[in-house]
């Protein structure tokens, strides 16, 4: 029966790891990336986007502040179902799954900054 070199398999080991951590990392900055653009896109009229500033709309939440008021994976249905207010000033819209998962990996990047 063969030997394993007991350091290769470690070292080949350790770097299969980092490599699958920084793989998965790239992919979350981009779903953020794409969450971030899909709110500057639709949102930021009203909200303020960023980690700081005023939403232009008041009575707008920041979405930085929106961790606070809902779990934000409780916002999943919500976006999924047509976002629906009682106030005329936010528009109706709906959106696809990974336009979904994307804004609330935003909204997470956004509460992991505060």
């Given at each position: 029966?063969?030997?394993?070199?007991?350091?290769?398999?470690?070292?080949?080991?350790?770097?299969?790891?980092?490599?699958?951590?920084?793989?998965?990392?790239?992919?979350?900055?981009?779903?953020?990336?794409?969450?971030?653009?899909?709110?500057?896109?639709?949102?930021?009229?009203?909200?303020?986007?960023?980690?700081?500033?005023?939403s232009p709309l008041a009575k707008a939440p920041p979405f930085r502040t929106l961790h606070k008021r809902y779990p934000v994976e409780n916002l999943e249905e919500a976006f999924a179902e047509g976002i629906r207010?009682?106030?005329?000033?936010?528009?109706?819209?709906?959106?696809?799954?990974?336009?979904?998962?994307?804004?609330?990996?935003?909204?997470?990047?956004?509460?992991?900054?505060?």
């Open positions: 029966m063969p030997r394993i070199n007991a350091a290769y398999f470690h070292s080949t080991a350790a770097g299969g790891v980092a490599f699958l951590v920084t793989a998965a990392l790239q992919a979350q900055k981009a779903s953020d990336e794409r969450g971030r653009v899909f709110a500057e896109t639709n949102c930021a009229r009203c909200h303020a986007i960023g980690t700081t500033g005023d207010t009682a106030h005329p000033e936010m528009p109706q819209f709906e959106m696809d799954p990974d336009q979904i998962n994307d804004l609330l990996a935003y909204l997470k990047f956004l509460e992991r900054t505060d």
